[in-house]
């Protein structure tokens, strides 16, 4: 505890201010905009605002320390033991905290005078974006911390860094200012930092996209220097392992920001990052932030992640695997080798599913060694982590045995195998000799060496578990001596060592002879304690056999974090094996267990899917027992012909549009990832980016109504998409009169047909643009069949070539309960809108319409559904178990409830 401790009474009134008062603020004046976590002993205290705001959050309770300036100072505190569990809490409702240690003995502090203050400082600041522990992370996603710089006259104009703390991996991007929101929506981050003024440059050019506001965090303008960061990246990676000189202005401005801060919140303690990826985006399929969402890819647009395709595919057995596999997603390739050499190894496990098990089950074993590496490089790590890594490493040699059986290793599986088998092997068994089977969390906690592994340390746990037996010992002659059979010596943390009596006894040892020996500390409702001279002589002697076991345990423990430390390189290449191992295993599964297809992916225009099926759609009506209905879909094109095709798609509602366009979108994503997909062939020639508007909603919050939302998004794909692209449209035009809709519908189709000659999917409840399929060569009509049966409509789900004629709205709305009325008036000004557009309606007809329509609001509604409250109370009546005057009542009770009934 720290007894510098000025009480409640010497911090109240404070004409000035307490030296404690005045260290708190010179501490939290260096750190605004954090929490700070004050340590006072057992405690955490915060006082003032940040009280207030912990308390609120944390829902602790708010008391107060005396005063300051005559206001009551509030405070309010969490207990150390528990502090991990409420600090993820604060980090997650977007605070950020500074922690605030005792930097030296309370001891120390008193040597200055009984007034002077327990030195403190910050020792760690702790932010969404640079956790490290795993109670505070998310297991199976990447946390990122992102930084955003720009700079005025460069060659581009800005650049995003961003950068896993937990497991040092950063990547660095170079980007033009309209990628800016779809670079970000893609990483994701949980913290990104950027200027004053880069903000306010983004805000004036409307590229400040209002996600990114809970989580931004301006940074000083210098700690964008570029000059200054090449000096930072340059001791941050030592040993040339990658040379600032290759990035950009914009980007080592942008990871310069990104160490910079790291190193400030680790206080010191180093950053630990890997090497960065340059120009990580280039390389990958293009997907934007409102694709993203209307795909689901990783979760739904309620923000689920069940009914993610994410959530369908992932199949992985270990973390990291699942950290890569939403990173693949997240990131398709562009680039027809690479995605084949992908689908090779999916291809050879797929094949060999007895393999395929093995590998599979023996992966689930393997810990997150990434993590554990980093949190061991932050000195953060404990035994544990140092077990992961030998874990890791003896997982991976035994996996990498599994290859032999096959004949041809495609370069993937050959790459990771060869990886696997150079596991460190020294390494894990130095690490299996030393570490126990049960190991503590913390070094300080001792305990975690093997029995045998060093004899210093046996000598000393022999000497402390000695004095054990000496203490039995001592206890049996204690008890001879005073004649007091229920004698005990026990321990606790705040006496030590002390003899314990029945307080019936106690008054005996109070008394000669045996007062000469027993000294009275403590008197319980039914025992009193004592102490020894020879038992505090004893407690010395085991206290200090446990601090040298302790000690020789935690130079062991520094040992082998050194010896793990050094081999950084190797190990990180081994959990990035691991990881990948587990992802293509997983998708081999996937592509076994669901009846997935191996796509054929080539550079052409190519885009032809057999019998395709929509991953997640699937999933949703088999478990409801029906069966979903696979479609083709052939947009294939070519150079010579002006480029891909598209199909427009009609049908009725519900009919199951969506879920054909959405389904042959991520068929391409799927394919592009590497994965196999849901088909019975696909022959995709590689697609540079996606577009997928399907069932555009309101941004009220942002200002833009469904049709502005709409014709943004719209306007994007038409100025984006390439010849290499696929575009997939829903409804284009629905948010606006009739006409102005089609004709926005009817020149965004031309537009993709004759200036992009994108592959795409438009469908459409305009019928008439159905015609485009005579004048435009490679517009093609399909369109959803149904079946009517006795006046119902019956959905096939089934896509064949021709346009519809109507769309059946009336008959979804009665699926979906519209009231008979209702429907029967909608029928009836369906019949004439249709005979007058056909030119048939006679003006008699049109009159009336026009004179009925007024009336339309007058037809009744429809009677509630639910039980008649007459039929309700009759079924309750009893006649034999009544009374004559019970029934003369009931018969009352029935013709009244009859009479509200009416007047309802
Ligand atoms: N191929 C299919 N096989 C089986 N069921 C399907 C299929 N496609 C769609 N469905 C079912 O039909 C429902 C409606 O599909 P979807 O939303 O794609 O229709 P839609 O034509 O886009 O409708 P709307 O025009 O009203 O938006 C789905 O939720 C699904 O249950």
Redesign the pocket.
């Known amino acids: 505890m720290d007894q510098s401790l000025p009480d409640s009474a010497s911090l109240s009134p404070a004409p000035a201010l307490t030296p404690m008062m005045a260290q708190y603020f010179e501490i939290k004046a260096v750190n605004p905009g954090y929490l700070l976590f004050y340590r006072m002993g057992d405690f955490y205290e915060l006082f003032f605002e940040d009280a207030e705001i912990a308390s609120a959050a944390l829902g602790i309770v708010l008391t107060k320390r005396g005063k300051h300036l005559g206001q009551d100072i509030g405070m309010c505190g969490v207990p150390i033991h528990a502090a991990n569990d409420y600090l993820n809490k604060l980090v997650k409702l977007g605070h950020r905290v500074a922690i605030c240690e005792q930097v030296e003995d309370p001891k120390e502090a008193k040597k200055r005078g009984a007034k002077s203050v327990v030195k403190r400082d910050v020792v760690r600041l702790i932010t969404a974006g640079t956790l490290t522990e795993d109670d505070h992370l998310d297991a199976r996603a990447s946390n990122f911390l992102a930084a955003l710089a720009m700079v005025r006259h460069g060659e581009t104009d800005f650049a995003l860094a961003w950068t896993d703390v937990s497991t040092g991996e950063s990547f660095t991007a170079d980007l033009a200012a309209d990628q800016l929101q779809d670079e970000l929506a893609r990483i994701d981050p949980a913290e990104l930092i950027l200027s004053e003024a880069t903000r306010l440059a983004l805000v004036e050019r409307h590229l400040f996209a209002p996600a990114w506001l809970p989580i931004s965090h301006i940074a000083p303008a210098q700690s964008f220097d570029s000059e200054a960061a090449s000096a930072t990246l340059r001791d941050a990676f030592p040993g040339g392992a990658f040379d600032p000189s290759a990035l950009s202005r914009a980007a080592r401005s942008a990871l310069g920001a990104i160490v910079a801060y790291i190193s400030d919140s680790q206080k010191g303690v180093g950053v630990a990052l890997r090497a960065p990826v340059l120009g990580a985006t280039a390389r990958s399929m293009a997907i934007d932030q409102a694709t993203r969402a209307s795909l689901e890819l990783h979760q739904t647009q309620r923000g689920q992640q069940r009914g993610s395709l994410r959530n369908a595919i992932d199949l992985t057995v270990t973390a990291p695997g699942s950290r890569l596999l939403s990173a693949r997603l997240a990131a398709p390739l562009a680039d027809a080798a690479a995605i084949n050499e992908r689908l090779d190894a999916v291809s050879v496990l797929a094949g060999d599913t007895m393999l395929n098990g093995r590998l599979r089950s023996d992966l689930k074993a393997v810990p997150d060694l990434a993590r554990a590496l980093t949190r061991l490089a932050l000195d953060r790590g404990g035994p544990r982590d140092l077990a992961a890594i030998g874990k890791a490493v003896s997982a991976a040699l035994a996996l990498s045995g599994h290859f032999a059986r096959l004949d041809d290793v495609p370069t993937v599986l050959a790459r990771l195998s060869a990886t696997l088998a150079a596991a460190p092997a020294p390494l894990a068994s130095m690490l299996a000799l030393a570490l126990d089977d049960e190991l503590p969390l913390f070094s300080r906690d001792g305990g975690f060496v093997r029995k045998g592994y060093d004899q210093t340390l046996d000598d000393e746990r022999a000497l402390a578990s000695e004095t054990r037996a000496v203490v039995a010992a001592l206890q049996a002659r204690l008890i001879e001596e005073t004649d007091v059979r229920s004698l005990k010596i026990r321990h606790n943390g705040v006496l030590g060592y002390f003899v314990e009596v029945p307080a019936a006894h106690g008054t005996r040892l109070l008394e000669e002879p045996h007062r000469q020996s027993f000294i009275h500390r403590q008197t319980l409702a039914n025992a009193m304690r004592f102490t020894t001279t020879e038992l505090a002589d004893l407690e010395g002697r085991i206290a200090r056999a446990h601090e040298a076991a302790l000690d020789i345990e935690l130079k062991i423990f520094s040992s082998l974090r050194s010896e793990a430390l050094g081999r950084t390189e190797a190990l990180r290449e081994l959990a990035d094996a691991l990881a990948e191992l587990d992802v293509t295993a997983a998708l081999a599964h996937l592509a076994a267990t669901r009846n997935y297809a191996r796509p054929e992916i080539d550079t052409s225009l190519a885009f032809e899917i057999k019998a395709g099926r929509h991953p997640v759609?699937e999933d949703?009506?088999q478990a409801e027992g029906?069966s979903?209905?696979a479609?083709d879909a052939d947009l294939s094109g070519a150079d010579d012909i002006g480029g891909g095709r598209l199909w427009l798609v009609t049908?009725?509602?519900?009919?199951?549009?969506?879920?054909?366009l959405r389904q042959n979108a991520l068929i391409a994503i799927l394919a592009q990832m590497g994965s196999f997909v849901p088909a019975a062939s696909a022959h995709i020639g590689v697609i540079d980016r996606v577009f997928s508007r399907v069932?555009a909603s309101d941004d009220i919050a942002h200002g833009r109504s469904t049709f502005m939302v709409e014709m943004v998004e719209t306007s994007a794909i038409l100025n984006r998409a390439t010849r290499r692209s696929l575009v997939v449209l829903d409804e284009i035009g629905r948010g606006t009169a009739t006409f102005d809709g089609l004709s926005i519908a009817w020149a965004a189709v031309e537009a993709l047909h004759e200036t992009t000659g994108c592959r795409a999917l438009f469908?459409t409840h305009f019928h008439e643009l159905t015609s485009l399929a005579k004048t435009l060569s490679r517009v093609s009509n399909v369109t959803?069949k149904v079946r009517e049966w006795e006046g119902e409509v019956v959905?096939l789900?089934e896509v064949g070539p021709g346009a519809a004629d109507r769309s059946y709205g009336i008959q979804?709305a009665r699926l979906a309960g519209l009231p008979e009325p209702v429907l029967a008036r909608a029928r009836q000004v369906l019949d004439i809108l249709e005979q007058r557009s056909a030119g048939t309606a006679s003006s008699s007809q049109k009159a009336s319409v026009l004179d009925d329509l007024p009336l339309f609001a007058h037809q009744p509604a429809a009677k509630p559904a639910g039980p008649d409250p007459v039929h309700a109370a009759l079924d309750a009546v009893r006649p034999d178990e009544m009374t004559p005057k019970q029934a003369i009542e009931a018969l009352y009770e029935l013709k009244k409830l009859r009479d509200d009934a009416r007047r309802s």
């Open positions: 759609v949703m009506v029906h979903f209905v479609n049908g009725p509602n519900m009919g199951g549009k969506s879920t054909f069932g469908a959803m959905f789900h979804v």
